[in-house]
T-cell receptor
Framework: AQSVTQLDSQVPVFEEAPVELRCNYSSSVSVYLFWYVQYPNQGLQLLLKYLSGSTLVKGINGFEAEFNKSQTSFHLRKPSVHISDTAEYFCAVSDPAGGSYIPTFGRGTSLIVHP | ETGVTQTPRHLVMGMTNKKSLKCEQH?????MYWYKQSAKKPLELMFVYSLEERVENNSVPSRFSPECPNSSHLFLHLHTLQPEDSALYLC??????????????FGQGTRLTVV
């Protein structure tokens, strides 16, 4: 079964600074990768996904992520964060080898943007 | 209404009570899910329904009982819960859990407190 590791439980950053949230997954032949965001008292919302093709994926709200197969990573980046980006971010992976595309989620990373 | 709607948003129940959580999706999806989100733990997949048939049950205690009367509605019936069952319960839907790269759309969740 797939596993997802989000190395940082909390990432504090100042407004307008760049940020990277790290995600690593256990190796598989082919996987599909997702980043979700959860604002306080809300459900999860899809930021971006990687299925195939270009390894650099652009999502909503200025976020992007890069798929690195050799390092089994899918780190999320934003060049300049806003206060409104303060939220919980979840990396997820689905592994079709098991016959299903149901994603497995990481523990989440809390992004805290300070003024 | 659009998206995935969960009711109630908040629920406090005693250990001897019986209650139900409701989820409704207006996206025309075929698959629906229940997740449990506890503090600082990965999202735990509880149940998956595809075309109203339960396709996955991740060793969830029998005090949680799902029901899927049609592809738009999903219930989670609760009885004789324990305090450790207090968590955010998230409902999600997707086009089909067997479709490549399908992403899940989440409701806002029900915050459950067992006293």
């Amino acid at each position: 079964a797939q596993s997802v590791t989000q190395l940082d439980s909390q990432v504090p950053v100042f407004e307008e600074a760049p940020v990277e949230l790290r995600c690593n997954y256990s190796s598989s032949v082919s996987v599909y990768l997702f980043w979700y965001v959860q604002y306080p008292n809300q459900g999860l919302q899809l930021l971006l996904k990687y299925l195939s093709g270009s390894t650099l994926v652009k999502g909503i709200n200025g976020f992007e992520a890069e798929f690195n197969k050799s390092q089994t990573s899918f780190h999320l980046r934003k060049p300049s964060v806003h206060i409104s980006d303060t939220a919980e971010y979840f990396c997820a992976v689905s592994d079709p080898a098991g016959g299903s595309y149901i994603p497995t989620f990481g523990r989440g990373t809390s992004l805290i943007v300070h003024p | 209404e659009t998206g995935v709607t969960q009711t109630p948003r908040h629920l406090v129940m005693g250990m001897t009570n019986k209650k139900s959580l409701k989820c409704e999706q207006h996206l025309g999806h075929n698959a629906m899910y229940w997740y449990k989100q506890s503090a600082k733990k990965p999202l735990e997949l509880m149940f998956v329904y595809s075309l109203e048939e339960r396709v996955e049950n991740n060793s969830v205690p029998s005090r949680f009982s799902p029901e899927c009367p049609n592809s738009s509605h999903l219930f989670l019936h609760l009885h004789t819960l324990q305090p450790e069952d207090s968590a955010l319960y998230l409902c999600a839907s997707s086009q089909d859990e067997r479709v490549r790269g399908t992403e899940a759309f989440f409701g806002q969740g029900t915050r459950l407190t067992v006293v």
